[in-house]
């Protein structure tokens, strides 16, 4: 009947605003947890002795029980552990495949020839490989919510963790509106008079993310695994064609192989050419790292997070390096297109790449395909953003109303923050939308060089502490293949990455025609981060008067979320011995 009818819309309506209230937070409340307590007697529980320090509040408790063992219980948290194995390996293979790599890395080749695009990609390539490998280790064993700040104030330094906390949490505030001012540049590929107002799709690009973020984090990991599906096959699809359009096999039947190595040079405007590449190539691998944000709101961190962070390995080798020495064989670096401003669509290199071909069909698909990387990254990065602020937030870092989770486990307030910053997307319509474009590019690319080193220099310092407190290498649920010297790689590449930055930002490509305003603003944009982690961490330090925090305080305990024995790892590592070796290839590759 209708008054029945009525009834079950009002009592759907009364369900939907409930989820907006807090979440019930407390010991085993979450029942998606699936852990189990390493030892056999619950019966301990009630004397429990916890483990670690108690501020780390959103992590899950690690006890002592009487037989000695250590027994672990839900996080107390209104967050959702929804996030499945799919989802985490997804995010890890094309999670961050996005406009950087599309758009951004077309100028790079314009003002350093292949060789530096080349070069500078597969140098914050190894960097990237190596951090991954480092935040798998720490996220496998502590994959507590806000890793990069969380990990920092434990290992390092509180004052550098208050730092790399609001310099990660900025770094996703600027992707979003630059994500934004991107949706704009592609939707133009098709409407180039603008038949629809620019602001009319950053509109609607805002209502989407909220949309998504709304339903919870299933929504942000439903959408970031087709989306990534949808990217990972374009780019197998780039590759493959690029490969066909060079030996001749397209329309245009012309050979082309590597000439365009060789004509113009491969190096362009020499070291300052080669320094150039690395904020964009910086920033076109950034949200890697986000998969140690999901850790906290996956079902299984020890078994999804080893195995996504070892698949970083071929989605770096394969989605990252051969599709730009694809580019740089098809795509010559005086190529005008190149040289236009970054609000042009044309100027994408794999767009060029496959007009090149004249298969006329192909760079309408691919530009599909980039539009909807835009969209991944902005979904990335209101994940990333609001994450960390409520991390920040229940450190006692952030005001404390970003604490507040609703029943559906979504961080309203800290989600409500990254939205309005979404609204500089409309700033297309204040200034150059090519200068906004850049210094977001800027803010957002340099700022993860500080949150990857900061994950490098954890790594060492908590396998120093391990060892240090009479655990073994073998109790970790995941071991970093490089271990200490890997991570000691990564944190000096990571340095020589910023060195190179500000080189090209102190002497920029063409400085004698600049003006000494120009010069200037060429460096703030270039190193505009630094100077915000630099400023955050020495006001904290002034203020708070932190120090480094001595090897036998750190702190390995609390977070450990760990649901089985030693004799299971050990069992679980013989049979990952006794696989085939074309197996193993295939699980760390793919």
């Not at 996956?298 to 195995?307: G, L, W």
């Not at 190179?500 to 270039?526: C, H, K, L, Q, V």
């Amino acid at each position: 009947t209708l008054q029945s009818r009525h009834v079950v819309s009002m009592g759907a309506f009364k369900r939907w605003l409930d989820d907006f209230k807090p979440a019930d937070r407390g010991i085993g409340k979450e029942v998606n947890y699936i852990g189990e307590f390493s030892s056999e007697d619950h019966k301990h529980l009630d004397t429990k002795e916890a483990l670690g320090k108690d501020e780390y509040t959103n992590t899950t408790v690690a006890v002592k029980t009487e037989d000695g063992g250590v027994a672990l219980i839900p996080e107390e948290t209104g967050l959702k552990r929804n996030l499945s194995g799919r989802h985490i390996q997804l995010i890890a293979l094309g999670g961050s495949i996005g406009t950087g790599l599309f758009i951004g890395s077309g100028q790079n080749l314009a003002t350093g020839g292949p060789g530096s695009l080349m070069l500078g990609f597969i140098i914050v390539a190894v960097c990237v490989i190596l951090t991954m490998l480092s935040l798998g280790e720490l996220t496998a064993v502590l994959p507590v919510s806000g890793s990069f700040c969380t990990y920092s104030v434990r290992f390092l330094d509180p004052s550098w963790g208050f730092a790399m906390g609001w310099n990660y949490w900025l770094q996703w505030l600027a992707a979003f509106p630059l994500e934004a001012t991107a949706v704009t540049i592609v939707i133009s590929f098709w409407d180039k008079d603008e038949t629809v107002p620019r602001g009319v799709w950053v509109a609607i690009y805002l209502v989407l993310m909220m949309s998504i973020h709304l339903v919870g984090v299933r929504g942000y990991g439903e959408f970031e695994f087709l989306a990534a599906l949808i990217k990972i096959l374009g780019c197998i699809g780039f590759i493959i064609a690029c490969v066909v359009i060079d030996v001749g096999g397209s329309p245009r039947g012309e050979y082309l192989g590597a000439h365009s190595w060789h004509h113009p040079p491969p190096f362009l405007n020499g070291f300052k050419g080669f320094c150039s590449v690395f904020i964009t190539a910086a920033f076109a691998y950034s949200g890697t790292e986000i998969v140690g944000i999901a850790a906290a709101e996956s079902s299984n961190p020890r078994k999804y997070i080893p195995r996504a962070t070892k698949q970083v390995v071929g989605r770096v080798l394969l989605f990252y390096i051969v599709s730009i020495l694809m580019i740089t064989f098809i795509v010559p670096s005086d190529t005008k297109s190149l040289m236009g401003d970054s609000n042009d669509p044309s100027s994408s290199p794999f767009v060029i790449a496959l007009q090149q071909g004249q298969i006329n069909a192909l760079p309408q698909i691919f530009n599909a395909i980039i539009l909807i990387s835009a969209l991944s990254v902005g979904n990335a990065s209101v994940y990333g953003g609001s994450r960390t602020l409520l991390s920040l937030a229940e450190l006692g870092m952030a005001p404390k109303i970003f604490t507040y989770v609703d029943r559906k486990g979504r961080p309203l307030p800290a989600m409500f923050v990254s939205f309005l910053f979404g609204l500089l997307g409309f700033l297309i319509y204040a200034s150059d939308p090519n200068t906004i474009f850049d210094w977001l590019l800027s803010i957002s690319g340099l700022s993860v060089i500080f949150s990857w080193g900061s994950t490098c220099l954890a790594h060492i310092r908590f396998r120093k502490a391990w060892l240090l407190q009479g655990n073994t290498l073998a109790q970790l649920p995941y071991k970093s293949p490089f271990g200490i010297i890997g991570a000691i790689i990564g944190l000096i590449l990571n340095f020589l990455i910023i060195a190179a930055a500000f080189y090209s930002g102190a002497w920029p490509i063409g400085e004698g025609n600049m003006t000494s305003n120009d010069r200037a603003n060429s460096f703030f944009e270039s190193m505009i981060s630094l100077i915000i982690v630099l400023a955050v961490f020495g006001a904290h330090k002034l203020y708070t008067r932190s120090r480094v925090v001595h090897m036998n305080e750190i702190d390995v305990q609390t977070g450990r979320r760990d649901p089985v024995s030693l004799e299971v790892l050990e069992q679980e590592r013989a049979e990952e011995r006794a696989k085939p070796f074309i197996l193993k290839l295939k699980d760390f590759f793919f």
